[in-house]
């Protein structure tokens, strides 16, 4: 069964009520449209912004299972076996979830999901508490401080660069720029809660 993004939404919401994890699902949405959009695959946009939105459907009830419980909450709403296998993915090797990336869309989410939250985190940070006006120089000097959101692990970012076969520079660029395109848009979903 495929998702509208209404119906994903209402999945989320039925998983998750804390505001900060909402904001992150839809940060995440909105890079993973963007990526798409930017790397060429802009008939399958939708697809990875409902995988964006629903990445971390089980995390805030079941921390300790991620991926895990996500998996048995779609195969028991016989949702689409390539969205499951995309959304668990991003959790290859940091959860019990065992499904390595394989598409660059499963690379750009696991690549990306930990450096939204750092980029985020930089931005609340800043006077404008916006990406709008951060430059790419300060995202690496935030990443290179182990102590600034240290629950985002650099190993997973440098690792998903790597899967992508991009410098760490590139990526870093790249999704600053796609949380900077959709920062209006997220704050308009976070509005609407």
């Known amino acids: 069964m495929e998702l509208s993004r209404t119906q994903a939404l209402e999945l989320l919401k039925e998983y998750n009520q804390e505001p900060f994890h909402l ?10 449209r963007w990526y798409a959009n930017e790397l060429g695959y802009c008939g399958e946009a939708d697809f ?5 939105l629903l990445h971390d ?10 991926c895990v419980k996500t998996r048995e909450i779609m195969e028991a709403r016989g949702l689409d076996p390539a969205l499951i296998h995309a959304v668990v993915s991003h959790g290859w090797g ?3 979830a065992d499904v390595q ?22 931005a609340l ?8 006006d951060m430059e790419v120089s300060s995202v690496k000097k935030k990443y290179k401080d182990k102590k600034f959101a240290a629950g985002c692990s650099r190993q997973v970012i440098a ?35």
Do not use: N
């Not at 459907?57 to 991620?66: K, N, V």
């Not at 990336?101 to 985190?121: N, S």
């Not at 959709?182 to 809660?193: H, I, P, T």
């Open 125 to 132: 940070m800043r006077p404008s508490k916006s990406t709008s």
């Open 57 to 66: 459907l089980d995390f805030e009830r079941y921390p300790d299972e991620h």
């Open 94 to 96: 940091m959860t019990g």
């Open 101 to 122: 990336p394989e598409h660059v869309m499963e690379k750009v989410l696991f690549a990306t999901d930990e450096l939204t939250g750092l980029i985020g985190a930089a």
């Open 159 to 193: 690792q998903g660069a790597e899967l992508l076969g991009w410098e760490l520079a590139e990526l870093l660029d790249k999704t600053l720029q796609a949380m900077r395109f959709s920062e209006d848009w997220v704050e308009e979903q976070c509005a609407e809660l």
């Open 23 to 32: 904001r992150h699902a839809f940060t995440v949405e909105a890079v993973m």
């Open 48 to 52: 990875w912004a409902t995988v964006g």
